[in-house]
């Protein structure tokens, strides 16, 4: 989605919305992290009980889909701290740093897509389901779902 390294010009990043991981993407992803776990040796969860100090110890048993479908819930949800977190950080930079870096570009960008991906998981009254994961397209960022539709314009990388 974003990328510090090509752009020489002001403000030192590009994004592209779209190229957020599609349900595929993420699925295989996490499904590496899963299977690892299937085919470890230690199929055993170790635990020391804290009133009597007894070890306990209880089989891992789980549905490799499921799993698969509550990491990738999760993995979208926490991904709003993430750019609530970035958008933050360039607002600290922008003031407290003698870096040519589009800072406060960054910052609303990050703010971009915290909206839109929140509004994704969370929007219920379109008789829509909630995607997971979210998928951010042209119409959608040209929409009055972004709060900054406005002014959005499509830079190419």
Known sequence: MFDYKSAKEWPFFKVDFTYYPNENQQMNFLASYIDALISSNDKYIYSIHEMTNDLHCNEINFDRNELIRKIMK????????????WTLWSIHMAVSTTIKFGYLEYARTRLTAYYLQRNMLTDVNDNELTQIPPQFTEDLLRSPKNPFYKSYIKKTC
Do not use: D, P, T
């Not at 999760?74 to 977190?85: D, R």
């Open 74 to 85: 999760e993995a979208n949800y926490f991904a709003l701290a993430a750019h609530f977190f």
